[in-house]
Every structure is written in C-alpha cells, then in structure tokens.
C-alpha cells in the first residue's frame, strides 16, 4: 500500500474493451473506478455505477425560476409600483413580457449549467488533477481509453490495482501520485493578480493603438470594395463608359413611350380623365406650382418674374390657343416650345391632363358665354 498514490490508470485500444473490464475491476472493492475517454462512451455510465446527472433538472427548475422572477418583476413595475397604460392595453399585459420572460429564462439556465457542471459535478476550482501531468493524458485524448481506480479514504493498494487492471485486459500501466493542490486564498490571489496583468496590458497597449492611429475607421473592407461609378470611365464595357444605355427594345414597366413627334399628330389625343372637382383641384395645384410664374396665375401671359426674364411667355388666353384641342396643349407640356423645357420628367401623365383641364377652365372663365350665367 501507498500514502502517496492518487490512482493507478491502466489503458485500453477500443470502448468495448473498456466496458468489459470496468465490472471484475469494480468487483475487487479497491477503491473508485473512473474512466477517462476521448469521446463519450454509450453504457459508461451505468457499467460505472454513476447515477443519472441531476444537471438536466437544476437547468429546468433554474428556468422556471427565471421565467416566474422576470413576470413577477415585470407586473410589479407596470402594474403596481408605476402603472401607465399604454396603447390601451391593460396594466398587466402578460404578451409584452414574454420577450424579457425569455431572455431571463435562458440567463438562470445557462448560468446554472455552466457553474452547476463545474463547481458541483466537476468539482471545480481543482486544477491540479494528476491525470492532467500523466503520460497517459496524452493517448487519453487520442485515441486509447483509460480506467483509473482511485484511492477513497483508506491508501490505496498499488499492487492489486495494477493486478486487477491487467488482468482486465489493460496495455499500459501507471501510477498517478497526489499533486499537491492551491488552497483557496492562493487560488483567488493569483487569478486576481493575472486579471489584473491582463487589464493593465491591454489598456496599455490600447493606449499606445489609440495614440498612433488616432483616426481609424473601423470595417474599412465595406468602404473600400470595387463599384462602378457611373460619372467615371469604365475599362470594363467597350464603349468606355460607366453609365450605359438601356438595352434596344427595353421598356419601362408601368410607363408607355412618348411616340408622337408633332402637335399635328398630337392634335388627336384626346383627355383621358373625367372633369371632375378633383381632376380640376389636382390640376390647378400643379398648374400653381410649375406654370404660373411664367403664365400668370390667370394663364394670360403676364409673368411673375422681372424684366431679367428674356423669354416671352405664351398668353393662354389667345384665341389661337383656345381653339388648340386638347392633344396640342398635352404634346406642348411633353415636349416643351420655344423657351418653355419639357416637363415630361416632372409630371405624372394624369398631372399633365390635369394640368390641360385647368388651363380650359382658365379659359372658359376669362371668356365666359352666356349660358354660363343661367
């Protein structure tokens, strides 16, 4: 027997080797029996007599709790410590909570995973496992397959634990001593003082990145990507031009082309929408806004703008233009006339007929008949 043996590990070439020997060595009693694998073992667990790990249900009841903590403190603050009712919806609206009721649950479950598998089933903080400074540690997370019988109370018996193993059928034995073990001041002392080296390196050295690169903008692959500008030339197309021309035959979706060339063709078109109140609103809006201060507000000629203006409007009013069908007036807005540019690209098709609707009832009311005073 020795005082000074933590196990003695023997190992083994194959999984089912190692669930064959793991009951005669049970069987002789001379002390803990534990396995070391490089991946898990299905049976292991109950060859070596281990329980089922309560780990499953401690993240269970810890999410429950999470889930209960978040509703409770959730009511308590809209419904009772600071109720205000928002969007109509009750004080206690528990469909709001649920985002937070997750978010919490998965904290207290995830925290009690982590902490629940290393201080209570891993038996943590003991760094100092003497299978970690074994030689068989390294086939172990390989690809050999280790069955340790531990000491438990008494010393253990070296020579009947290397007996029993061998005789199970291990290839390799070897004695593990006790590797003496932090206490937990020490353990505490020295992984505070690593934090803090840690700290202080890192500020230091950001310090030092900050003060030789004071302007440094971070993600810069997204700023600096290839793209095709399309004011600049382009060696990519023939024509040497970033910005290409449609495809021959393309055509814009919800938009027909243009094809009339002269308002004698134009002087067919007739106006599409009904002279309702709300054509004739729509087309005085546009005719305020794009044809008034060169027109006049009554559509006479008479701009708004100074003597620097060169250009001379058209009267409206002109009996030549009040015998224009409908279609001259449209193609002239199209295709502009004169010192008067198209304004095809500002205006919507129904703004332009508007716009011709309005011009009419411009018309009519600076030449009125006398059945308009019936």
């Known amino acids: 027997m020795s005082d000074g043996v933590f196990a003695v590990v023997g190992l083994f070439d194959s999984a089912e080797e190692l669930l064959q020997a793991i009951p005669p060595v049970r069987a002789r009693k001379l002390g803990r029996v534990e396995a070391y694998t490089p991946y898990p073992v299905h049976g292991i667990d109950a060859a070596l007599g281990l329980r089922r790990s309560p780990l499953a249900g401690m993240v269970l009841a810890a999410g429950m709790l999470g889930a209960v903590t978040a509703l409770f403190f959730q009511w308590w603050m809209t419904a009772v410590d600071y109720p205000i009712v928002v969007g109509g919806k009750a004080l206690f609206s528990w469909q709001a909570f649920v985002p ?91 992984t505070a003082m690593g934090i803090f080296a840690s700290c202080v390196v890192a500020g230091y050295a950001m310090y030092w990145v900050i003060k030789l690169f004071p302007v440094l903008p971070p993600m810069v692959h997204m700023e600096d990507q290839p793209k095709l500008n399309p004011q600049k030339a382009s060696a990519f197309f023939k024509d040497g ?42 087309g005085r809006t546009v005719y305020n806004q794009h044809c008034a201060v060169c027109h006049g507000l009554l559509g006479t000629g008479t701009p708004t703008l100074t003597s620097a203006y060169g250009a001379k409007p058209a009267n409206l009013q002109a009996q030549t233009i009040r015998d224009y069908p409908d279609g001259k007036i449209y193609h002239v807005i199209m295709k502009g006339k004169n010192a008067m540019p198209s304004y095809a690209a500002d205006l919507t098709e129904e703004e332009r007929w508007a716009v011709v609707h309005y011009v009419r009832v411009l018309q009519r009311a600076q030449n009125a008949r006398d059945e308009d005073f019936q």
Do not use: C, W
């Not at 997370?141 to 291990?170: P, S």
């Not at 031009?241 to 035959?249: A, E, R």
């Not at 027909?256 to 002269?262: C, E, N, R, V």
């Open 100 to 190: 937070i009721m997750f978010e919490v649950t998965v904290l207290f479950a995830t925290f009690t995973a982590g902490l629940g598998m290393l201080f209570l089933m891993n038996r943590l903080p003991f760094f100092g496992h003497p299978l970690l400074t074994s030689k068989a540690i390294a086939a172990v997370t390989r690809d050999k397959f280790g069955l340790a019988i531990e000491a438990e109370g008494e010393a253990l018996d070296v020579e009947a634990a290397k007996t029993a193993l061998a005789t199970a059928g291990a290839t390799a034995l070897e004695v593990l001593p006790f590797q003496r073990e932090l206490a937990p001041l020490q353990f505490m002392t020295r």
């Open 241 to 282: 031009h970033g910005m290409q021309l449609p495809v021959d035959g393309t055509v814009v979706r919800g938009h027909l082309p243009y094809l009339i060339a002269t308002q004698e063709e134009a002087a067919g078109l007739a106006n599409p929408l009904p002279r309702t109140q709300p054509v004739l609103q729509e």
